[in-house]
């Protein structure tokens, strides 16, 4: 389950059509899922994905879940 997902604004790229829209998110979730939820984000459309940075923590109150915090960065065309 997510705990937040927080948009951040929106960044222009130099020499870009594009912008770049950082995501900060937190989650409780299973390993398994957190894999499914990376899948997810490879297989949108209509954006690219990265993921900038990641990290999990194990907590033995949520076991067999993991806290993550991830940002994601979307890479959107630039809107007129």
Known sequence: SFSSISPQELEDIKDS???RLPVFIE????????????GALA???ESIVT??????TRDEAILPRARSKLVIDLYLERQP
């Open 17 to 19: 059509t594009s912008q």
């Open 27 to 38: 989650s409780e979730s299973e390993y398994k899922d957190f894999g499914l939820f990376l």
């Open 43 to 45: 297989d949108l459309k």
């Open 51 to 56: 993921v900038r940075n990641f990290k999990m």
